[in-house]
């Protein structure tokens, strides 16, 4: 059986122990649902040893996952934190339109990005751009009409929107302040 490295194990631990406090589990319904003892996985959680591929294969079962995909998780753990200083930002030479990409690195489905859109500027996307993507907008200052297809939404500091269909769309702050926004993107 193939061990993972021990520098790892308690990370690991971790992201099981955070997975089963997802899914509201307790020790013994993960015992029951992966055929890992609730000892050996109490053992796991705490980094206590290190557990053989085939356990970790077991756990990943059961949470819906595979292995890769549990390391995976492990492994940003530690690292998912993304600092304001090194998030990546990108300034629209055209409209001043400000995109500030706020999550770490992962295979989750989620993403967030801070927009600032100055007032009056306008920002219009294809409804291609949202072919394979659903997201929702919840505006943080200002004010922002956002068009989406034939309807036009005025939304006020504090709104969350949930976008339908793809639709041609365009972004607007009316002024007098910027509209600043959090978009929240979830693939798939």
Request: aromatic share 6%; charged share 20%; glycine share 8%.
């Amino acid at each position: 059986m193939t061990v993972i490295a021990n520098d790892i194990s308690s990370t690991i631990g971790s992201r099981i122990r955070a997975e089963r406090a997802l899914k509201d589990w307790s020790l013994a319904e993960l015992a029951d649902r992966s055929g890992v003892s609730k000892a050996m996985l109490s053992t796991i959680e705490r980094g206590k040893t290190s557990p053989t591929a085939a356990l970790l294969v077991r756990i990943a079962a059961a949470f819906g996952m595979t292995l890769s995909t549990l390391i995976a998780r492990a492994e940003l753990q530690g690292g998912g934190l993304l600092r304001q200083s090194d998030q990546p930002v990108w300034r629209d030479p055209a409209t001043g339109y400000i995109r500030r990409h706020l999550s770490p690195v992962s295979d989750m489905p989620l993403e967030l990005i801070r927009v600032q859109l100055p007032a009056g500027a306008k920002v219009s996307f294809p409804a291609a751009s949202y072919a394979f993507i659903r997201q929702q907008i919840w505006l943080i200052s200002g004010r922002l009409e956002f068009t989406e297809g034939d309807v036009v939404h005025s939304l006020e500091p504090g709104d969350c929107l949930a976008l339908g269909a793809p639709s041609n769309c365009t972004f607007h702050a009316p002024g007098p302040d910027a509209a600043d926004y959090l978009v929240a993107l979830a693939r798939g």
